[in-house]
């Protein structure tokens, strides 16, 4: 019999689950705030998935273009989103952004800088002005850097390669973590009153993604579990430009950048075909002939933008169109050409690592040819549901941010984002933990039972005499959310896709993983899967559910947005039976939200909508 | 689809050996491709760090055939058709299994280094730095912590004088903290006596293996070296700050 007393214990007052942007940023706060902090990372420190973020970070400083401010940047969120946003969040994200960047400044970040000194700022999808804070196109690795050496000296705890397994609950309440260390194989219990979940997506469920191992949707499937509500998961971005050749480096981000500082597509006839695929909803503020878009280039305030800056969703659509319709590159993308754009040493400036990445892996010299690219499963725009001012989720003590947490984005996310998603909405949940555990008047504590059993779920997998090989369950996911929940969906795919994963899900009750539990990768990956399981599971039955075609969900048999879609959110609960489903009527915005987000943009810059707000 | 030999070391702190494997190669795979191979067909329990998978975030450094490198961006075309490829783990630290090292040292020596301290921002709220003073300390900061510099400098490698050298990877980390525009505080007196600027023997071994192609040795070290000069030897340096009134910390 298992004796619970013999397992290490840690206890904090919060655990921050996740080191990434939102991480750091939520673990500093917690500790500015007096609590006991501790954090836990699958991986070293520095290494998570941020480290990947290329093109920068969106917040409406106006160094750059003076018109810019919140307002236009909430209703550019707004608009992206396809109005599925919750508004409050998409305005505390436009509204803090910018003293959230000049914090990472005041932290010992290196932006590259304007002509006065200040920090630059790049055009991006669906951004009207320049907007994004950027250090060349390793923005990322600056962000978590930047954090990472500012949180060592705030007496936060870091417990590196140390992977969650289990929220644990004391009533309805956190009460701590069940979680082991890759290097030794043993288990440890955080025992304390809140849990910040900042765990990322899930987008290893597909073959094709740009994201790395650790994305196996744990925050998400953990959350689940413990009776958390998720939301809108049906939102899966496909990321426009990844490399699409040699195979091994299939779906590795190229950035946002590269299109933001003048590159555009082409397909296999040389026809830059953006131009044939802008929506009304963009017709307005987008340049519709080539002479007009150069001119943009060249820094005409007056033209409008190229439409190869459309939002994500409608350019990873135009490309699988173009490579449908039998107009793609020979391996199966369309052209991205900024070498007959930009001059070498501009392009080799501004883009080091592109220029880095294409050369190494792919022989290919992007300041002379043109790269090939391809859609590639990149971001979830839905998660775990939470509140938009203290990010607590629908279980008390329970908190979540970045990716992991639904909201921000609605149905497509614009591209930088990401990262100020991370630092604004890290620091609110460590605001929103820090009230709720000074609120608390005596620590939630765990039973026996809970942990001594989701010991033995994870153990069986070593202990079992044979068994189903984990890796192998991994490329049959994969195959699956591929074929059935990909770029274009429909209800007959997606009914087989939830059919299938309910097979998949048999198969994975007796996987096996040979070799002791020491640093035992096969371990890892068994585990991970029951996350994955969940994660594809939620994200398959909400895309049947939504019978509209809205930002990056697009379905052949319904096409088009509705107007009544627009109302609802899906929201996913675990059930006494099994996974429930929910069309559940989304909050209207407030009426000066809805106003700006509705505005006309000349009559939001004149004042004429908004002119009130400050 | 080619046949392919390797020998992959495998063990954990009390020993281990080279392992051979034959597997699969297709066109335009990096050494890591073929590794995660072996591990979902031959091995699963094969213990490998890895991340980005695109240079990005210096995860899989590890030693081939005798190289420090990262798996990820070791192309197997870089290699002659039948030559055997041998991975081993990081010598320069200990092995915890397979490829895997303990690099909790290097995580300590940051730990050490006094956090950056900005002046005052200007009255309008900004801090003002212009390009050209920012684009050294850019360079460092593209630093991924790969640490095959720390696995190849002979001041750790060869002599193991962890105790008296931080490395490479902190020497540039503290030349960014020394070079960047805003920070107010004096880093060499430390930089010299507990950070070891003096033993680094200029052989740019860790310029060499830098996959961020870091100037480390020649834009970081060789600075940080002549401002101690500057500060502890150089008579001339000295005489004009007696002139001038200027004490400096020692």
Same mark, same amino acid.
């Given at each position: 019999?298992?004796?619970?007393?013999?397992?290490?214990?840690?206890?904090?007052?919060?655990?921050?689950?996740?080191?990434?942007?939102?991480?750091?940023?939520?673990?500093?706060?917690?500790?500015?705030?007096?609590?006991?902090?501790?954090?836990?990372?699958?991986?070293?420190?520095?290494?998570?998935?941020?480290?990947?973020?290329?093109?920068?970070?969106?917040?409406?400083?106006?160094?750059?273009?003076?018109?810019?401010?919140?307002?236009?940047?909430?209703?550019?969120?707004?608009?992206?989103?396809?109005?599925?946003?919750?508004?409050?969040?998409?305005?505390?994200?436009?509204?803090?952004?910018?003293?959230?960047?000049?914090?990472?400044?005041?932290?010992?970040?290196?932006?590259?800088?304007?002509?006065?000194?200040?920090?630059?700022?790049?055009?991006?999808?669906?951004?009207?002005?320049?907007?994004?804070?950027?250090?060349?196109?390793?923005?990322?690795?600056?962000?978590?850097?930047?954090?990472?050496?500012?949180?060592?000296?705030?007496?936060?705890?870091?417990?590196?390669?140390?992977?969650?397994?289990?929220?644990?609950?004391?009533?309805?309440?956190? @009460?701590?973590?069940?979680?082991?260390?890759?290097?030794?194989?043993?288990?440890?219990?955080?025992?304390?009153?809140?849990?910040?979940?900042?765990?990322?997506?899930?987008?290893?469920?597909?073959?094709?993604?740009?994201?790395?191992?650790?994305?196996?949707?744990?925050?998400?499937?953990?959350?689940?579990?413990?009776?958390?509500?998720?939301?809108?998961?049906?939102?899966?971005?496909?990321?426009?430009?990844?490399?699409?050749?040699?195979?091994?480096?299939?779906?590795?981000?190229?950035?946002?950048?590269?299109?933001?500082?003048?590159?555009?597509?082409?397909?296999?006839?040389?026809?830059?075909?953006?131009?044939?695929?802008?929506?009304?909803?963009?017709?307005?503020?987008?340049?519709?002939?080539?002479?007009?878009?150069?001119?943009?280039?060249?820094?005409?305030?007056?033209?409008?933008?190229?439409?190869?800056?459309?939002?994500?969703?409608?350019?990873?659509?135009?490309?699988?169109?173009?490579?449908?319709?039998?107009?793609?590159?020979?391996?199966?993308?369309?052209?991205?050409?900024?070498?007959?754009?930009?001059?070498?040493?501009?392009?080799?400036?501004?883009?080091?690592?592109?220029?880095?990445?294409?050369?190494?892996?792919?022989?290919?010299?992007?300041?002379?040819?043109?790269?090939?690219?391809?859609?590639?499963?990149?971001?979830?725009?839905?998660?775990?549901?939470?509140?938009?001012?203290?990010?607590?989720?629908?279980?008390?003590?329970?908190?979540? @941010?970045?990716?992991?947490?639904?909201?921000?984005?609605?149905?497509?996310?614009?591209?930088?984002?990401?990262?100020?998603?991370?630092?604004?909405?890290?620091?609110?949940?460590?605001?929103?933990?820090?009230?709720?555990?000074?609120?608390?008047?005596?620590?939630?504590?765990?039973?026996?039972?809970?942990?001594?059993?989701?010991?033995?779920?994870?153990?069986?997998?070593?202990?079992?005499?044979?068994?189903?090989?984990?890796?192998?369950?991994?490329?049959?996911?994969?195959?699956?959310?591929?074929?059935?929940?990909?770029?274009?969906?429909?209800?007959?795919?997606?009914?087989?896709?939830?059919?299938?994963?309910?097979?998949?899900?048999?198969?994975?009750?007796?996987?096996?993983?040979?070799?002791?539990?020491?640093?035992?990768?096969?371990?890892?990956?068994?585990?991970?899967?029951?996350?994955?399981?969940?994660?594809?599971?939620?994200?398959?039955?909400?895309?049947?559910?939504?019978?509209?075609?809205?930002?990056?969900?697009?379905?052949?048999?319904?096409?088009?947005?509705?107007?009544?879609?627009?109302?609802?959110?899906?929201?996913?609960?675990?059930?006494?039976?099994?996974?429930?489903?929910?069309?559940?009527?989304?909050?209207?915005?407030?009426?000066?939200?809805?106003?700006?987000?509705?505005?006309?943009?000349?009559?939001?810059?004149?004042?004429?909508?908004?002119?009130?707000?400050? | 689809?080619?046949?392919?030999?390797?020998?992959?070391?495998?063990?954990?702190?009390?020993?281990?050996?080279?392992?051979?494997?034959?597997?699969?190669?297709?066109?335009?795979?990096?050494?890591?491709?073929?590794?995660?191979?072996?591990?979902?067909?031959?091995?699963?329990?094969?213990?490998?760090?890895?991340?980005?998978?695109?240079?990005?975030?210096?995860?899989?450094?590890?030693?081939?055939?005798?190289?420090?490198?990262?798996?990820?961006?070791?192309?197997?075309?870089?290699?002659?058709?039948?030559?055997?490829?041998?991975?081993?783990?990081?010598?320069?630290?200990?092995?915890?299994?397979?490829?895997?090292?303990?690099?909790?040292?290097?995580?300590?020596?940051?730990?050490?280094?006094?956090?950056?301290?900005?002046?005052?921002?200007?009255?309008?709220?900004?801090?003002?730095?212009?390009?050209?003073?920012?684009?050294?300390?850019?360079?460092?900061?593209?630093?991924?912590?790969?640490?095959?510099?720390?696995?190849?400098?002979?001041?750790?490698?060869?002599?193991?004088?962890?105790?008296?050298?931080?490395?490479?990877?902190?020497?540039?980390?503290?030349?960014?903290?020394?070079?960047?525009?805003?920070?107010?505080?004096?880093?060499?007196?430390?930089?010299?006596?507990?950070?070891?600027?003096?033993?680094?023997?200029?052989?740019?071994?860790?310029?060499?293996?830098?996959?961020?192609?870091?100037?480390?040795?020649?834009?970081?070290?060789?600075?940080?070296?002549?401002?101690?000069?500057?500060?502890?030897?150089?008579?001339?340096?000295?005489?004009?700050?007696?002139?001038?009134?200027?004490?400096?910390?020692?």
């Amino acid at each position: 019999m298992l004796d619970v007393s013999e397992i290490q214990t840690i206890e904090h007052d919060v655990m921050v689950i996740g080191a990434g942007g939102a991480g750091l940023r939520a673990a500093i706060q917690c500790s500015a705030l007096g609590l006991d902090t501790g954090v836990i990372s699958k991986s070293l420190l520095g290494k998570a998935h941020t480290v990947m973020a290329e093109g920068g970070m969106a917040a409406a400083m106006g160094n750059v273009d003076k018109r810019d401010n919140w307002k236009v940047h909430f209703r550019d969120t707004m608009r992206g989103g396809k109005f599925l946003n919750v508004w409050r969040m998409a305005e505390l994200h436009a509204r803090q952004a910018p003293d959230r960047v000049r914090e990472l400044e005041e932290w010992g970040a290196v932006f590259d800088r304007t002509k006065e000194g200040l920090i630059s700022q790049r055009n991006f999808g669906g951004h009207r002005y320049p907007r994004l804070a950027h250090v060349g196109d390793r923005t990322g690795l600056e962000l978590i850097r930047s954090l990472q050496d500012h949180g060592i000296h705030q007496g936060i705890k870091f417990h590196m390669e140390c992977s969650g397994l289990e929220l644990l609950k004391d009533g309805g309440r956190i @009460a701590g973590v069940l979680a082991y260390w890759r290097e030794t194989g043993r288990f440890v219990i955080y025992r304390c009153k809140a849990v910040i979940l900042c765990t990322g997506g899930g987008g290893k469920a597909w073959p094709i993604t740009s994201n790395s191992w650790e994305y196996t949707g744990d925050g998400i499937a953990m959350a689940y579990d413990a009776g958390a509500e998720l939301m809108d998961l049906e939102f899966t971005q496909f990321h426009p430009t990844g490399m699409v050749w040699p195979l091994s480096v299939r779906g590795i981000l190229v950035t946002e950048g590269v299109r933001g500082d003048g590159g555009i597509l082409k397909n296999n006839k040389g026809e830059r075909f953006m131009f044939n695929y802008i929506s009304e909803r963009f017709a307005p503020e987008t340049a519709d002939t080539v002479e007009e878009a150069n001119r943009w280039l060249e820094g005409d305030k007056t033209a409008r933008r190229p439409p190869e800056l459309l939002t994500r969703d409608e350019v990873a659509r135009a490309i699988t169109a173009e490579v449908k319709a039998g107009r793609g590159s020979p391996h199966g993308g369309v052209f991205l050409d900024i070498a007959s754009r930009r001059p070498a040493d501009f392009i080799r400036r501004k883009l080091p690592s592109m220029y880095h990445q294409f050369k190494e892996l792919a022989e290919v010299d992007i300041t002379k040819e043109p790269m090939e690219v391809g859609p590639t499963l990149h971001y979830f725009m839905g998660g775990i549901r939470v509140d938009a001012d203290s990010q607590e989720t629908t279980v008390p003590g329970l908190f979540a @941010a970045g990716e992991c947490a639904a909201g921000l984005h609605g149905a497509n996310r614009l591209g930088g984002t990401s990262l100020s998603d991370l630092i604004v909405f890290g620091k609110l949940a460590g605001d929103g933990a820090g009230t709720y555990v000074k609120g608390l008047s005596e620590t939630p504590r765990a039973s026996d039972e809970q942990i001594t059993a989701a010991v033995r779920r994870a153990t069986d997998i070593l202990k079992r005499e044979k068994g189903s090989n984990p890796y192998l369950l991994h490329e049959k996911l994969e195959g699956i959310m591929s074929a059935r929940v990909g770029i274009v969906r429909n209800k007959d795919d997606l009914s087989a896709g939830v059919d299938e994963l309910e097979a998949l899900k048999a198969e994975a009750v007796d996987m096996k993983a040979p070799g002791a539990s020491q640093y035992n990768p096969g371990w890892h990956e068994a585990l991970s899967m029951r996350s994955l399981l969940i994660t594809s599971e939620a994200v398959t039955r909400a895309a049947l559910m939504r019978e509209e075609s809205r930002g990056a969900h697009t379905r052949t048999d319904f096409p088009g947005e509705s107007p009544e879609w627009v109302k609802y959110n899906v929201i996913i609960k675990k059930g006494a039976s099994g996974m429930e489903v929910e069309k559940r009527p989304k909050p209207e915005g407030p009426a000066h939200l809805v106003a700006l987000a509705n505005a006309k943009i000349e009559d939001l810059e004149s004042g004429k909508v908004g002119g009130d707000l400050t | 689809m080619a046949k392919r030999s390797f020998k992959v070391w495998r063990g954990d702190a009390s020993g281990g050996e080279f392992k051979s494997f034959e597997v699969d190669v297709d066109p335009g795979m990096v050494v890591l491709d073929v590794l995660h191979r072996i591990q979902s067909r031959q091995a699963n329990d094969l213990a490998l760090r890895w991340n980005c998978k695109a240079g990005k975030c210096g995860s899989c450094s590890m030693e081939i055939n005798g190289k420090p490198r990262l798996a990820c961006m070791t192309r197997m075309n870089s290699f002659g058709d039948d030559e055997t490829i041998t991975t081993q783990p990081l010598k320069t630290f200990p092995v915890i299994k397979d490829l895997v090292t303990d690099v909790s040292w290097n995580y300590k020596q940051n730990q050490r280094i006094a956090k950056f301290k900005p002046r005052p921002r200007e009255a309008d709220g900004t801090h003002r730095m212009y390009q050209e003073d920012v684009d050294r300390v850019q360079e460092f900061r593209k630093c991924i912590e790969c640490y095959l510099c720390q696995d190849v400098c002979h001041v750790i490698r060869d002599r193991g004088a962890k105790d008296e050298f931080v490395g490479p990877r902190f020497m540039i980390r503290l030349a960014s903290l020394e070079m960047h525009p805003l920070d107010t505080d004096d880093r060499i007196p430390e930089i010299r006596k507990e950070f070891g600027s003096g033993l680094c023997n200029i052989t740019r071994c860790c310029t060499e293996v830098c996959p961020e192609h870091i100037g480390i040795t020649d834009n970081g070290i060789i600075p940080l070296k002549e401002r101690v000069v500057d500060r502890y030897f150089d008579p001339v340096a000295g005489l004009l700050r007696k002139v001038r009134g200027i004490t400096v910390r020692k």
